[in-house]
């Protein structure tokens, strides 16, 4: 099979689409191209990956010439923004949306219509667990993935200034939205935090192994729960979250579900800190949790099936 793979507005080594998907169908021996922002974000495409350079955000017309390079020969079609789906060349494979974000049910209807569309209940988020992550540790607490207001940026530099009486650092790890930009800067030039920018996944999690506690501190408008939980759980680290994760962290006992509130999250943190035992505790039931249900190459095999059985789709997508 070939598959042509596409994105204009994610990192090219996004861990769903690069680390699971893409890499996934490597495995099983299928050929790949992927449509991806790769020179705007300096990353050099992958061994034995076909690659089609695009602009970041992309307009209609770039994209589509783009996407027409990509699916040359290929059996199927998979893309992972929205507005590609309004850039599609005319003679191409089946199509698969692979949905993230909250989308209305209006939109999901039109798009099933003329394509297959992929969401978390077909083809749920996951991590890869490391088989034997070292205990978590005392002296610092980690955020991976993006930063903005929406996923507590506000609450997490209040909580670093608090934590550094106590000798705890805050590491933040991955890409920040522009308007917070200027806050996360200040904050790591005056000493409150370290934020390493975006990191590839497989990097930041071995990053966050050891630490105290992983932090998810998402509002109500964040739509799902965050897969960086999950990341805790899999790198053995106790979770502190909002509401937002506490349908992953309450059934395994893995953490503290928390109000978005500095005082509560720094309660949180320095009840871990006096309480090595329950540290262990919680990150051994996050870890067998992951592991039983949340490791990515337990459902590698049932994302390719499927991958194949929509390539071998005998009526094309209809045009647009």
């Not at 590839?200 to 071995?206: C, I």
């Not at 965050?226 to 349908?247: C, E, H, N």
Request: net charge positive; with cysteine.
């Amino acid at each position: 099979m070939r598959a042509c793979v596409a994105t204009t507005v994610h990192h090219p080594e996004d861990a769903r689409i690069m680390h699971r998907q893409i890499r996934a169908l490597l495995d099983a021996g299928h050929e790949v191209t992927y449509v991806a922002p790769f020179t705007y974000f300096n990353v050099t495409p992958a061994m034995g990956l076909g690659a089609v350079d695009v602009a970041y955000h992309a307009s209609y017309g770039r994209a589509r010439a783009a996407l027409k390079r990509g699916v040359q020969d290929a059996d199927l079609l998979i893309v992972h923004d929205h507005r590609l789906l309004r850039a599609l060349p005319h003679r191409r494979p089946p199509v698969v949306w692979d949905v993230r974000e909250q989308v209305s049910p209006a939109r999901l209807a039109r798009a099933g219509r003329r394509h297959r569309v992929v969401t978390t209940a077909v083809l749920p988020e996951a991590t890869l667990v490391s088989p034997a992550p070292p205990p978590p540790g005392d002296t610092r607490v980690v955020h991976i993935g993006r930063l903005s207001a929406e996923r507590g940026v506000t609450e997490l530099i209040g909580l670093a200034e608090r934590l550094v009486p106590h000798g705890i650092r805050l590491d933040l790890i991955g890409a920040a939205a522009r308007d917070v930009r200027p806050l996360l800067r200040d904050a790591q030039r005056i000493g409150l935090l370290d934020w390493y920018g975006y990191v590839p996944n497989r990097h930041a999690l071995r990053m966050a192994e050891g630490a105290l506690a992983g932090l998810s501190l998402a509002t109500g408008t964040v739509p799902t729960p965050p897969t960086k939980i999950m990341d805790y759980m899999g790198r053995g680290l106790p979770v502190i979250t909002t509401s937002q994760g506490a349908a992953l962290v309450e059934p395994a006992g893995c953490g503290l579900v928390v109000p978005l509130d500095v005082d509560a999250v720094l309660n949180a943190v320095l009840d871990l800190k006096e309480d090595p035992a329950r540290r262990l505790e919680l990150g051994a039931l996050g870890h067998a949790e992951a592991r039983l249900r949340h490791h990515w190459p337990d459902h590698a095999q049932q994302f390719v099936r499927r991958a194949e059985s929509w390539a071998g789709l005998t009526a094309h997508a209809l045009a647009v």
